[in-house]
């Protein structure tokens, strides 16, 4: 029996040795809106203990008219080969009279140790009759925000840059006023109209299975030049009718023929799966092109 009560004391001993925990006010008695720190103590602690304690936002359960201010700050003070961790609050009181701060818990490693509680004694500041109920002045400086502070530091180089730009839009916008327009190329009927077959024949349409997809293309660049050269409407008019319209312009005989068979084999590869050859394909786009040059106007 003896030798178990000394282990226990024993163990009782080790335990205050390793552990401390300890709370404490600097001032447990002030006036209301003064500011005092709230302090948690461990001493004893190793270097490689876990600590948990988990820290109050705004108020303290259990602590009316207690109001925490700030963040809770926490730290490790070495002391021979131990530590002592310390955690604080700064608060205020609202309510005059006696408040108590409830006892809390920190984890250190697996043991849970019990904080003790506090008493605090919050009076009311004296008020003189003369001079009536005064506010609590407290001793806080406006801070200005970042952007505040980030243009008080940098204005310069901000002035400095946004006039270095001002002058790069004028510089350019000046400069833009004195060049000159580059003459804007008017292609005139004829000439856009041979640049619309050239650009036929470039896409080959015959070596990808776009025979009819090309005579269809090559039918309207030529309907629709003949329907401005001559001011009618051909894109709804099938070649017998398109030839009876053309017809009745007087036009030479060979360069009617010419057009009438252009836009007959058109219709043959489009609706009678004809199949002309390279030679062939490529004297279409000669003919289409003798067409253009043979019914333009002089100077177009």
Same mark, same amino acid.
């Given at each position: 029996?003896?030798?178990?009560?000394?282990?226990?004391?024993?163990?009782?001993?080790?335990?205050?040795?390793?552990?401390?925990?300890?709370?404490?006010?600097?001032?447990?008695?002030?006036?209301?809106?003064?500011?005092?720190?709230?302090?948690?103590?461990?001493?004893?602690?190793?270097?490689?203990?876990?600590?948990?304690?988990?820290?109050?936002?705004?108020?303290?359960?259990?602590?009316?008219?207690?109001?925490?201010?700030?963040?809770?700050?926490?730290?490790?003070?070495?002391?021979?080969?131990?530590?002592?961790?310390?955690?604080?609050?700064?608060?205020?009181?609202?309510?005059?009279?006696?408040?108590?701060?409830?006892?809390?818990?920190?984890?250190?490693?697996?043991?849970?140790?019990?904080?003790?509680?506090?008493?605090?004694?919050?009076?009311?500041?004296?008020?003189?009759?003369?001079?009536?109920?005064?506010?609590?002045?407290?001793?806080?400086?406006?801070?200005?925000?970042?952007?505040?502070?980030?243009?008080?530091?940098?204005?310069?180089?901000?002035?400095?840059?946004?006039?270095?730009?001002?002058?790069?839009i004028l510089y350019f916008k000046f400069r833009k006023k004195k060049e000159?327009?580059?003459?804007?190329?008017?292609?005139?009927?004829?000439?856009?109209?041979?640049? &619309?077959?050239?650009?036929?024949?470039?896409?080959?349409?015959?070596?990808?299975?776009?025979?009819?997809?090309?005579?269809?293309?090559?039918?309207?660049?030529?309907?629709?030049?003949?329907?401005?050269?001559?001011?009618?409407?051909?894109?709804?008019?099938?070649?017998?009718?398109?030839?009876?319209?053309?017809?009745?312009?007087?036009?030479?005989?060979?360069?009617?023929? &010419?057009?009438?068979?252009?836009?007959?084999?058109?219709?043959?590869?489009?609706?009678?799966?004809?199949?002309?050859?390279?030679?062939?394909?490529?004297?279409?786009?000669?003919?289409?092109?003798d067409i253009v040059t043979k019914t333009s106007k002089f100077g177009e």
């Amino acid at each position: 029996m003896r030798k178990g009560f000394y282990i226990v004391v024993l163990c009782l001993l080790s335990y205050v040795a390793v552990a401390q925990p300890k709370a404490y006010v600097r001032r447990n008695t002030f006036l209301l809106g003064e500011q005092t720190e709230l302090i948690y103590e461990v001493k004893g602690v190793k270097k490689t203990d876990k600590l948990s304690f988990i820290p109050k936002q705004k108020k303290i359960t259990g602590a009316k008219g207690v109001e925490i201010i700030g963040e809770f700050q926490d730290t490790l003070i070495p002391s021979g080969k131990v530590f002592t961790w310390q955690g604080s609050y700064t608060i205020t009181a609202w309510d005059s009279g006696r408040v108590t701060i409830p006892e809390t818990t920190i984890l250190v490693n697996d043991s849970v140790l019990q904080l003790n509680a506090l008493n605090l004694f919050i009076k009311t500041p004296k008020i003189k009759e003369e001079k009536g109920l005064y506010d609590i002045k407290e001793g806080f400086e406006e801070v200005p925000s970042s952007t505040s502070l980030f243009f008080q530091k940098y204005w310069g180089w901000i002035v400095g840059g946004l006039l270095l730009i001002l002058g790069i839009i004028l510089y350019f916008k000046f400069r833009k006023k004195k060049e000159k327009k580059a003459p804007e190329i008017t292609l005139s009927l004829k000439e856009a109209t041979i640049k &619309e077959i050239d650009a036929l024949f470039e896409k080959r349409l015959w070596e990808h299975e776009g025979l009819k997809e090309h005579y269809f293309q090559l039918s309207l660049i030529l309907r629709t030049y003949l329907g401005k050269r001559y001011t009618l409407s051909l894109m709804d008019k099938t070649s017998y009718q398109i030839e009876v319209l053309l017809g009745q312009l007087n036009l030479h005989h060979s360069l009617q023929t &010419e057009i009438n068979l252009m836009l007959n084999q058109a219709d043959l590869v489009k609706f009678a799966k004809s199949s002309p050859d390279i030679t062939e394909v490529t004297r279409s786009i000669q003919r289409a092109k003798d067409i253009v040059t043979k019914t333009s106007k002089f100077g177009e």
